[in-house]
């Protein structure tokens, strides 16, 4: 079945973004130079490859997430354009209640649908078809209520060499403990650390628990 | 120079104690414990360094028969080990080779740095970790990773004044998921 994957960029104390939402403590920070290893730009490439869905939150989506993509994916001299290719060419679903077909956003409306059900409907939809793999990308907020409805499947989490004390979380609104199964973990040249995680279900959680 | 390095077990979001000081979370698993074992190194143990609230729960801890049952090395690598609390509050200390600090944090520790001794692990502690970081004061970090979030709790860093940058030097996967990060601190 597709398996809905939040890749994330997270610094030791488990932030997204510092305070002000600024990233430039991320290794690469997403600009157009492409400032990691070969290694985990593989890894990168591979992981974006798996997917033809992309759940994208309005935020995002008024920020130019799909025309910042299709401009990486045309530019054929840059690296980024293999993976920005298949974030270009994916499905996009964007989350908003107040956001119509009708507004303007930024790189239009093709290949691009407003959900017309809550989150949990929407999975439980798209689910029921045959497809790739689902990339959530939005702001912390969008990836939070996410989390806290339990709806990721796979965490691959990019952990870069920095402390922040404070800033932007992801798992705030946890109400209580939730453990996560270690799939892998890999450290790249650049100072990066995947950790890919998988959710628990209750079953294996209770025989963990024993 | 006594070089000064944090040892902690932290959830996968930065947490070193979820609400109500809990830790359970963490696995204390064979694995674990010959690291900790290891890391203890009772023959020719560290210097500690605590804040009050982590110092009196290992104090209620270690030196007792439940510690040592649980892991022998690391209880007699604590107890033997010279031992530095800061507290304003404390008056007495019954945990052998205790020392209390009532001065300001940043210049007793950068007394101690300069002090002969052997180097200092700072273990939980996390307001006495934020504020040596801040001041650029911590050399490394030995980090233990449990796959588990808390969607609430307190965070290693809290109250740093500006980021630190690190660099990884090592790093460990444990068969419980537990996955053991080292950095040193970029100064």
Same mark, same amino acid.
């Given at each position: 079945?597709?398996?809905?994957?939040?890749?994330?960029?997270?610094?030791?104390?488990?932030?997204?973004?510092?305070?002000?939402?600024?990233?430039?403590?991320?290794?690469?920070?997403?600009?157009?130079?492409?400032?990691?290893?070969?290694?985990?730009?593989?890894?990168?490439?591979?992981?974006?490859?798996?997917?033809?869905?992309?759940?994208?939150?309005?935020?995002?989506?008024?920020?130019?997430?799909?025309?910042?993509?299709?401009?990486?994916?045309?530019?054929?001299?840059?690296?980024?354009?293999?993976?920005?290719?298949?974030?270009?060419?994916?499905?996009?679903?964007?989350?908003?209640?107040?956001?119509?077909?009708?507004?303007?956003?930024?790189?239009?409306?093709?290949?691009?649908?407003?959900?017309?059900?809550?989150?949990?409907?929407?999975?439980?939809?798209?689910?029921?078809?045959?497809?790739?793999?689902?990339?959530?990308?939005?702001?912390?907020?969008?990836?939070?209520?996410?989390?806290?409805?339990?709806?990721?499947?796979?965490?691959?989490?990019?952990?870069?060499?920095?402390?922040?004390?404070?800033?932007?979380?992801?798992?705030?609104?946890?109400?209580?403990?939730?453990?996560?199964?270690?799939?892998?973990?890999?450290?790249?040249?650049?100072?990066?650390?995947?950790?890919?995680?998988?959710?628990?279900?209750?079953?294996?959680?209770?025989?963990?628990?024993? | 120079?006594?070089?000064?390095?944090?040892?902690?077990?932290?959830?996968?979001?930065?947490?070193?104690?979820?609400?109500?000081?809990?830790?359970?979370?963490?696995?204390?698993?064979?694995?674990?414990?010959?690291?900790?074992?290891?890391?203890?190194?009772?023959?020719?143990?560290?210097?500690?360094?605590?804040?009050?609230?982590?110092?009196?729960?290992?104090?209620?801890?270690?030196?007792?028969?439940? %510690?040592?049952?649980?892991?022998?090395?690391?209880?007699?690598?604590?107890?033997?080990?010279?031992?530095?609390?800061?507290?304003?509050?404390?008056?007495?200390? %019954?945990?052998?080779?205790?020392?209390?600090?009532?001065?300001?944090?940043?210049?007793?520790?950068?007394?101690?740095?300069?002090?002969?001794?052997?180097?200092?692990?700072?273990?939980?502690? %996390?307001?006495?970790?934020?504020?040596?970081?801040?001041?650029?004061?911590?050399?490394?970090?030995?980090?233990?990773?449990?796959?588990?979030?808390?969607?609430?709790?307190?965070?290693?860093?809290? %109250?740093?004044?500006?980021?630190?940058?690190?660099?990884?030097?090592?790093?460990?996967?444990?068969?419980?998921?537990?996955?053991?990060?080292?950095?040193?601190?970029?100064?």
């Amino acid at each position: 079945m597709r398996k809905i994957k939040l890749q994330v960029q997270l610094s030791i104390d488990g932030f997204m973004a510092d305070q002000q939402g600024n990233t430039d403590w991320m290794i690469w920070n997403y600009g157009p130079d492409w400032t990691w290893d070969k290694e985990l730009r593989q890894y990168h490439t591979d992981l974006v490859g798996t997917t033809d869905c992309l759940f994208l939150s309005r935020q995002i989506v008024e920020e130019g997430f799909i025309p910042h993509w299709r401009k990486m994916a045309n530019d054929t001299s840059n690296p980024q354009s293999g993976f920005a290719r298949h974030l270009d060419n994916a499905h996009k679903v964007v989350f908003s209640k107040t956001l119509t077909t009708d507004d303007d956003i930024p790189g239009g409306w093709e290949n691009v649908e407003v959900s017309q059900w809550d989150i949990r409907q929407q999975i439980f939809h798209l689910k029921q078809q045959e497809g790739g793999d689902i990339l959530v990308y939005g702001g912390a907020s969008f990836l939070s209520s996410l989390i806290q409805g339990g709806f990721i499947d796979e965490f691959h989490l990019l952990i870069n060499p920095v402390a922040l004390g404070k800033g932007l979380p992801i798992f705030n609104r946890l109400p209580g403990r939730k453990a996560l199964h270690l799939l892998s973990t890999k450290t790249y040249d650049c100072g990066v650390t995947l950790m890919k995680y998988e959710a628990v279900r209750e079953a294996m959680a209770i025989s963990q628990a024993r | 120079m006594r070089k000064i390095s944090v040892f902690n077990f932290l959830t996968l979001n930065g947490f070193f104690k979820g609400a109500h000081e809990d830790i359970s979370w963490h696995r204390h698993g064979g694995e674990e414990a010959d690291f900790a074992g290891d890391s203890a190194n009772p023959a020719q143990p560290n210097a500690l360094m605590f804040g009050r609230v982590t110092y009196e729960m290992m104090a209620s801890f270690w030196p007792t028969d439940a %510690g040592k049952q649980m892991n022998p090395r690391v209880a007699e690598g604590m107890n033997r080990s010279e031992k530095y609390v800061f507290s304003r509050s404390l008056a007495s200390a %019954g945990w052998e080779r205790t020392t209390i600090l009532k001065g300001d944090i940043v210049n007793e520790t950068i007394r101690l740095k300069e002090s002969p001794g052997p180097d200092i692990t700072i273990l939980g502690s %996390g307001s006495i970790v934020s504020q040596l970081a801040g001041h650029r004061l911590i050399d490394s970090l030995t980090l233990m990773i449990d796959p588990v979030v808390l969607g609430s709790g307190a965070s290693l860093f809290a %109250g740093m004044p500006g980021r630190i940058d690190l660099e990884l030097t090592k790093s460990q996967v444990f068969n419980s998921g537990v996955v053991l990060l080292n950095y040193s601190v970029m100064k």
